[in-house]
């Protein structure tokens, strides 16, 4: 499969399938797309996190998410999850590319179900997906959660990577 085929094959899946994410904890890229099929593209992942109440970190961290999952807001990633969706290792133009392709998703921000936020410091996870009334993304008959891996980062939280569970 091509680069350009791949990479997207990983946009539709992690704006279309908000809920699929893209990502695993290693460093190889593969993407799939299937009526009821969802693979997606790998990255590194952050170290695991432990919970804390902090409720604007929450909040803000559960808007990154939607945000991108939404509108496809590359500011919103780190360089290193940008470089790993476009195969592109300059920011500016992997941007550039990231945000021509995006497609927005048919489902709103209520759709989204984002569980299990867990930060400590400047490092963040959460679920998404799971619910009965979100967004339900399907592989071989079981239903596919993402954990998102934040880092805070420039004054704002950033996606280091997505993992389907």
């Known amino acids: 499969m ?3 085929r791949i990479w997207a094959a990983t946009m539709i899946c992690g704006a279309a399938l908000a809920v699929a994410g893209c990502g ?3 460093s190889t890229s593969d993407a799939t797309t299937a009526a009821d099929t969802a693979t997606t593209t790998a990255t590194d992942a952050s170290a695991e996190t432990t919970s804390t109440t902090a409720p604007e970190d929450i909040d803000a961290i559960e808007t990154t998410i939607k945000t991108w999952i939404l509108e496809g807001d590359c500011t919103l990633m780190t360089d290193k999850f940008l470089e790993a ?3 592109d290792d300059n920011p500016k133009s992997a941007c550039k590319a990231f945000e021509s392709l995006f497609t ?11 569980t299990d936020v867990q930060f400590e410091n400047d490092k963040a996870s959460a679920v998404v997906g799971g619910s009965s009334g979100g967004v339900s993304v399907t592989a071989g008959g079981e239903e596919i959660t993402s954990t998102y891996r934040l880092v ?6 950033k996606i280091d990577s997505v993992d389907v569970n």
């Open 2 to 4: 091509s680069r350009k």
């Open 85 to 87: 969706q476009t195969f």
């Open 24 to 26: 695993s904890d290693d």
């Open 152 to 157: 805070y980062e420039d004054g704002t939280w």
């Open 104 to 114: 927005a998703p048919s489902y709103g921000e209520d759709d989204i179900e984002i």
